[in-house]
C-alpha cells in the first residue's frame, strides 16, 4: 500500500515495518480543518499488535541499521530531504488543512524539515570517538560513540512536520531506528515524512508511524524493553507523566516542554524595529509556539509609545484561512485553543487588565481569534501564570535592568527570553541573567537546527538542535585494550 504524495489530503494510515496499514482497533477520532469545521479525514486507532508489530520491526531493524556506514545513512535522509522539496507544495496544503496555519508557514515548515534531513546526513559523518592518553605503555583507551536503540519518539500538533523532522533525523543519522506517534489531530504532515523516508530507500522497520489515544501508545510503547530512550515535544503536564514512566524503565528522555517566554523591550530600543518584529513574533503560528513570546515587560520610557505602536500592528493584521493568500495570520488549531483565549482575555480583564487590542472571537466559523494585547496585566491574572500558547500579550512596565531580570525569571518556565535593546552592556547582561535555554536579543530566532535547542525549570530536559540532538541518541562506551 502507498500513499500518493499528490493527494490533496490522503486518509491516515499507519506506517509499521515499511507497509501502510490501517487501525487494528479501528477509528479513534477524526481530523477537522479549524478555518471552515468540516471534518476531512477519520484517524485510526492502532491496535496492541499495531504497536507490538512496530516494537519488532523497530528492534529487528536496528541490528542492521546501526552498522550500515553513516554515509548510506545521510545518502537517504538527503533523498528523502529532496524529495520533500519537491513535494513541498501539496505537503504545505495538507498541513494548513489539518492545523491551520497560513500556506506561507507551512510552506517553510517543509523546507526547514527537509533541512533538518539534510544537516544530520552531514552530521552523522561527524559522530566521532577519541582516543585518551593511556595510563599504561602498550595500552590503548577509546570511547566509541554508538546508537542507543530503537527510540520512542511523541510529537504535537503545533509543527506536525518539523518536530517529527528534529526528532527522526538525529535519531536515524546516529544509527537508531524509531516508533513515532504523531499527533492524532494532525497526522498528515508527520506521514509525509515516513513516506519521503520510505521513498529515498529507508530500510523496512527502521521508520514506525502508530496512530492512537495518546495515553495508551505511550503506555504501551514506554514500558516496552525494546525501546531505550524516549523523546517528548508537548505540554509540561503531559511531559512530567512520560517521565515518570520511563523511569521505571530507567530509560533516559529528552523533553521539550512549555514556555512562557518573556520579552524585556528596553527605554534604548529602537520602537519600530521592535514593534515589527514583536508582530511577527507574536503572531507566527496564532502564537501556537513554545517559545512565543508573551510576557512583555516594557521599561516606563518606552511602554506607552510601545503598547499603543504594537496595539496598531495587532490590529492591522489580516487574520482567516490560511488557505487564502491574503492571510497573514491562520486560525487556531482546534476549539479547545479558542476557549482558552476566551477564558484567559476574561479572566485577565477581571484581575485589572486592559483590552488594548483584539481580544474576541472572529466570526462563528472556524477557530479564529483577534491577535490580543492586555495592558497593565496584574501579576496574579491567570494568563501570567501559565502558557497562553495562543495569540496573546501580556504588557507591564518595569523601571530598572535588575527588576527587568528579576520579573522575566519569575515564572516556572525556563525555555526561551527575549529583549529588545540597542545597548552592548545590557545586552550582555541579559545574556547572563535570563533563565533560558535560548536567549533572543532584538531577534525571536532562538531555534535552528545547526544549535542546541532545549529548556530549564518546566521547561524540560535534554536538547535538540546541533551536535546536541545528535548526541542525544548515542551513548559513550569507553574501551580499555590492555
Not at 478555518?35 to 486507532?45: C, Q, S
Not at 523496512?204 to 492512537?212: D, I, Q, T, Y
Not at 502558557?387 to 496573546?392: I, N, Q, T
Request: glycine share 10%; aromatic share 6%.
Amino acid at each position: 500500500m502507498h500513499i500518493d504524495p499528490n493527494t490533496a489530503y490522503p486518509a491516515p494510515m499507519q506506517f509499521v515495518d515499511g507497509c501502510w496499514r490501517p487501525g487494528g482497533a479501528g477509528v479513534m477520532g477524526v481530523v477537522t480543518n479549524p478555518a471552515t469545521d468540516e471534518v476531512i479525514a477519520e484517524v485510526p486507532r492502532a491496535s496492541r499488535q499495531d504497536l507490538d508489530d512496530a516494537l519488532d520491526a523497530a528492534q529487528r531493524a536496528f541490528g542492521s541499521w546501526r552498522h550500515t556506514p553513516p554515509q548510506e545513512r545521510g545518502a537517504v535522509l538527503r533523498r528523502a530531504a529532496q524529495l520533500l522539496r519537491e513535494r513541498a507544495p501539496a505537503i504545505a496544503l495538507r498541513m494548513t488543512l489539518e492545523q491551520g496555519k497560513t500556506l506561507a508557514e507551512s510552506r517553510l515548515e517543509v523546507e526547514l524539515s527537509a533541512e533538518a534531513f539534510d544537516w544530520y546526513a552531514a552530521e552523522g559523518l561527524r559522530a566521532n570517538g577519541r582516543v585518551i592518553p593511556s595510563r599504561v605503555r602498550g595500552a590503548r583507551q577509546m570511547v566509541l560513540p554508538q546508537p542507543l536503540g530503537p527510540i520512542a519518539a511523541f510529537t504535537p500538533w503545533n509543527f506536525p512536520a518539523l518536530l517529527p523532522a528534529r526528532k527522526i533525523a538525529p535519531a536515524l543519522a546516529a544509527g537508531c531506528t524509531v516508533v513515532m506517534k504523531p499527533s492524532e489531530e494532525t497526522p498528515s504532515s508527520a506521514l509525509a515524512l515516513a513516506q519521503a523516508l520510505s521513498d529515498a530507500g529507508l530500510p523496512a522497520g527502521v521508520l514506525n508511524m502508530v496512530l492512537g489515544d495518546p495515553a495508551d501508545v505511550s503506555s504501551n510503547l514506554i514500558a516496552s524493553p525494546v525501546i531505550r530512550k524516549v523523546t517528548f515535544t508537548g505540554s509540561t503536564a503531559v511531559g512530567r507523566t512520560l517521565a515518570r514512566l520511563a523511569a521505571d524503565g530507567v530509560k533516559p528522555c529528552t523533553l521539550e516542554l512549555g514556555g512562557h517566554a518573556p520579552v524585556l523591550v528596553f527605554n534604548d530600543a529602537d520602537l519600530d524595529r521592535t514593534v515589527a518584529t514583536c508582530l511577527i513574533g507574536k503572531t507566527r503560528n496564532a502564537g501556537q509556539v513554545c517559545t512565543s513570546p508573551t510576557r512583555f515587560l516594557v521599561q516606563e520610557g518606552i511602554h506607552d509609545r510601545f503598547v499603543a505602536a504594537f496595539a496598531q500592528a495587532l490590529d492591522r493584521l489580516v487574520v482567516g484561512d490560511g488557505a487564502a493568500s491574503e492571510s497573514q495570520m491562520g486560525a487556531l488549531a482546534n476549539q479547545r485553543r479558542l476557549a482558552a483565549m476566551d477564558e484567559l482575555v476574561t479572566e485577565a480583564v477581571d484581575a485589572g487588565a486592559k483590552v488594548v487590542a483584539g481580544g474576541k472571537r472572529i466570526g462563528t466559523r472556524g477557530s479564529f481569534f483577534r491577535p490580543t494585547l492586555l495592558a497593565d496585566t496584574p501579576a496574579q491574572a491567570r494568563a501570567m501564570q501559565v502558557e497562553p500558547f495562543g495569540p496573546l500579550a501580556l504588557a507591564s512596565k518595569f523601571e530598572s535592568l535588575e527588576e527587568g531580570i528579576a520579573r522575566a525569571n519569575q515564572a516556572p518556565y525556563g525555555l526561551a527570553a527575549y529583549a529588545f535593546t540597542r545597548s552592548a552592556e545590557t545586552a550582555v547582561a541579559v545574556s547572563e541573567g535570563l533563565e533560558g535555554g535560548g536567549i533572543g536579543i532584538n531577534s525571536f530566532a532562538v531555534s535552528h537546527i545547526e544549535a542546541p535547542f532545549g529548556g530549564l525549570k518546566d521547561s524540560g530536559y535534554g536538547h535538540e538542535g546541533g551536535s546536541e540532538g545528535m548526541e542525544a541518541f548515542m551513548h559513550q562506551k569507553y574501551v580499555h585494550h590492555a
